[in-house]
């Protein structure tokens, strides 16, 4: 389910756009000549899939890095016995 709410932006809007353009008989062409993203809902510009957020969630990378160490430590004790 995680998989394709990832490829499908958490929304119908893929599913929209195939069947507009089934119906209308070019569905290849827009795929072939799409050069932004599939959707019709507000904000389609940002959101996560916007590299400027990536950039801006500096707390992101720490808590990875607290649970990556964290991983580590117990690893270790594991691997210790």
Same mark, same amino acid.
């Given at each position: 389910l995680t998989g394709i709410f990832f490829f499908?932006?958490?929304g119908a809007a893929f599913f929209v756009f195939v069947l507009e353009h089934m119906k209308?008989?070019? *569905?290849? !062409?827009?795929?072939?000549?799409?050069t932004s993203f599939i959707g019709y809902t *507000?904000? !389609?510009n940002w959101g996560l899939w916007n590299f400027n957020v990536?950039?801006?969630?500096?707390?992101l990378a720490f808590g990875l890095?607290?649970?990556?160490v964290a991983?580590?430590?117990y690893m270790d004790a594991l691997?210790?016995?």
């Open positions: 499908f932006r958490s209308a008989g070019n *569905l290849a !062409e827009a795929f072939a000549e799409n *507000l904000n !389609e990536y950039l801006n969630q500096r707390h890095l607290v649970v990556s991983v580590w430590i691997e210790a016995g």
